[in-house]
């Protein structure tokens, strides 16, 4: 679906007059949001595109994973892969056992003292966040049969803690 076609639907929920008013904008413009983009660099891209386009050129997935919270959600990055078949699936399990230890040895400590600091909360959720990146990962890649590229996800991985 194109951003333009998502922004209309979304739309239907309320009123394009309730969304400018919201917004501070014209109703005109709210309007060309929901149209698709015939004249390219006409200065009126919708959001979405330009919150696209932000994560193109800064490469940040932080901008999508705080776009993710604020709708009561968490980004899971997709794994890059794609080609030859090889069979690594061993290490990649227990790769993603040993994460779930970590995630409860995590937990396990900022517990220790009855109560959970506010930089202890945020380690649980980076541990949290990682093991369901990776898990997803080895999931999409189980289902293609990449296991190639899944042990170059384990190695990527642990080159990064």
């Not at 951003?3 to 400018?20: G, L, N, P, Q, Y």
């Not at 030859?84 to 040993?98: D, F, K, N, W, Y």
């Amino acid at each position: 679906m194109d951003s333009h076609e998502v922004i209309s639907k979304a739309v239907e929920r309320t009123s394009f007059k309730e969304v400018a008013a919201q917004m501070g904008v014209s109703l005109s413009l709210a309007y060309k949001w929901s149209q698709p983009d015939e004249h390219e660099g006409s200065g009126t891209s919708n959001p979405l595109d330009r919150v696209r386009q932000l994560y193109e050129i800064t490469q940040d997935p932080q901008l999508i994973q705080w776009l993710c919270q604020k709708a009561n959600g968490v980004f899971v990055q997709n794994p890059r892969g794609g080609g030859p078949r090889g069979m690594e699936l061993m290490p990649a399990t227990q790769e993603i056992v040993q994460q779930f230890a970590d995630l409860l040895a995590a937990i396990s400590k900022a517990a220790s003292d009855d109560r959970i600091s506010t930089d202890e909360a945020e380690h649980i959720r980076n541990v949290w966040d990682e093991l369901k990146r990776f898990t997803e990962g080895f999931v999409r890649l189980c289902e293609k049969g990449d296991f190639v590229h899944l042990a170059e996800e384990i190695k990527a991985h642990r080159a990064a803690k």
